[in-house]
């Protein structure tokens, strides 16, 4: 029997190392993405990614860990929903920092949606608020630190036991909301106990692609919204909670909502895998 020839060789080496890569592939993994995925393991020296821990109505959550025993977190979102269409319009509409961005395909509005929210890690990260922090991100593939052990996440807020939640987590998620406000000049949006992961007692802010500067017409609602999602959690489990009216006008009091930063902008920037390029949002 002849031999094979010595590319096909590699080419079946090299499928089976991807095979043994990634163990699991479901309805979010169409060839674009797995294509992605391979080119951020490469980047990464990734040795493994896992199956989904976390499916939403944008994006699944896959733990991923390197040759070092590290692990990541790897965002994907879909490529082809009408939520994701829904929520990018409401979200960037009005946002400077995306002003002028080209989309045309559905594609295209969920790769500026994955580059929305690790642009809006990043400021945070950046800002002292305590997020995941952001590394990459590639097409529709999102990577940030993995808040958990050894692939199992931390609990979020929702899934504590009561004898966990207590003022001390109360007040820490104050003070991310006020970082949040006053350093990244971010407002959440959507804050809620199933948006926070708690390690180690403390709170991990999670979820932030409809994150919007603090500039933004609804950002003022919004926020009011976030830290009346907060307190009526933390009331409901018998914690005393600061009046909402209250907090939000000792945090804005001396706030100038109107300065944007002028037209400098610095962004955030990723590391694309492809080129080795870095690229500027």
Same mark, same amino acid.
């Given at each position: 029997?002849?031999?094979? #020839?010595?590319? $096909?060789?590699?080419?079946?080496?090299?499928?089976?190392?991807?095979?043994? *890569?990634?163990?699991?592939?479901?309805?979010?993994?169409?060839?674009? @993405?797995?294509?992605?995925?391979?080119?951020? !393991?490469?980047?990464?020296?990734?040795?493994?990614?896992?199956?989904?821990?976390?499916?939403?109505?944008?994006?699944?959550?896959?733990?991923?860990?390197?040759?070092?025993?590290?692990?990541?977190?790897?965002?994907? $979102?879909?490529?082809? @929903?009408?939520? !994701?269409?829904?929520?990018?319009?409401?979200?960037?509409?009005?946002?400077?920092?995306?002003?002028?961005?080209?989309?045309?395909?559905?594609?295209?509005?969920?790769?500026?949606? @994955?580059?929305?929210? $690790?642009?809006?890690?990043? =400021?945070?990260?950046?800002?002292?608020?305590?997020? #995941?922090?952001?590394?990459?991100?590639?097409?529709?593939?999102?990577?940030?630190?993995?808040?958990?052990?050894?692939?199992?996440?931390?609990? *979020?807020?929702?899934? *504590?036991?009561? =004898?966990?939640?207590?003022? =001390?987590?109360?007040?820490?998620?104050?003070?991310?909301? @006020? %970082?949040?406000?006053?350093?990244?000049?971010?407002?959440?949006?959507?804050?809620?106990?199933?948006?926070?992961?708690?390690?180690?007692?403390?709170?991990?802010?999670?979820?932030?692609?409809?994150?919007? #500067?603090?500039?933004?017409?609804?950002?003022?609602?919004?926020?009011?919204?976030?830290?009346?999602?907060?307190?009526?959690?933390?009331?409901?489990?018998?914690?005393?909670?600061?009046?909402?009216?209250?907090?939000?006008?000792?945090?804005?009091?001396?706030?100038?909502?109107?300065?944007?930063?002028? !037209?400098?902008?610095?962004?955030? %920037?990723?590391?694309?895998?492809?080129?080795?390029?870095?690229?500027?949002?």
């Amino acid at each position: 029997m002849p031999k094979k #020839p010595l590319d $096909f060789k590699k080419k079946e080496e090299k499928r089976r190392k991807d095979e043994d *890569l990634f163990k699991v592939v479901d309805s979010a993994i169409d060839t674009a @993405t797995y294509n992605g995925l391979m080119l951020v !393991s490469k980047k990464l020296n990734l040795e493994e990614i896992f199956g989904s821990i976390s499916s939403g109505k944008e994006a699944k959550i896959y733990p991923a860990k390197d040759f070092k025993g590290k692990f990541y977190a790897l965002k994907v $979102f879909y490529v082809s @929903t009408a939520q !994701s269409k829904k929520a990018l319009i409401k979200y960037t509409k009005g946002d400077y920092r995306f002003e002028g961005a080209k989309v045309g395909s559905t594609r295209s509005l969920v790769e500026l949606w @994955t580059k929305k929210e $690790f642009r809006n890690l990043r =400021d945070m990260f950046d800002a002292g608020v305590r997020v #995941p922090e952001p590394y990459i991100f590639f097409r529709n593939i999102l990577v940030m630190d993995f808040i958990g052990e050894n692939g199992v996440r931390a609990p *979020l807020l929702k899934e *504590l036991p009561d =004898d966990e939640i207590n003022e =001390d987590v109360y007040m820490d998620i104050l003070e991310q909301i @006020t %970082k949040m406000i006053k350093k990244a000049r971010l407002v959440h949006g959507d804050l809620s106990e199933y948006n926070i992961l708690v390690k180690d007692k403390k709170p991990y802010i999670i979820d932030v692609s409809q994150a919007l #500067p603090i500039e933004h017409d609804k950002s003022l609602e919004l926020l009011k919204n976030d830290v009346e999602n907060i307190n009526r959690f933390f009331a409901n489990k018998g914690i005393e909670v600061q009046g909402t009216d209250s907090f939000l006008s000792n945090l804005l009091g001396d706030l100038d909502v109107h300065n944007c930063g002028g !037209s400098e902008d610095t962004g955030s %920037k990723q590391d694309n895998p492809e080129t080795g390029r870095d690229d500027q949002l």
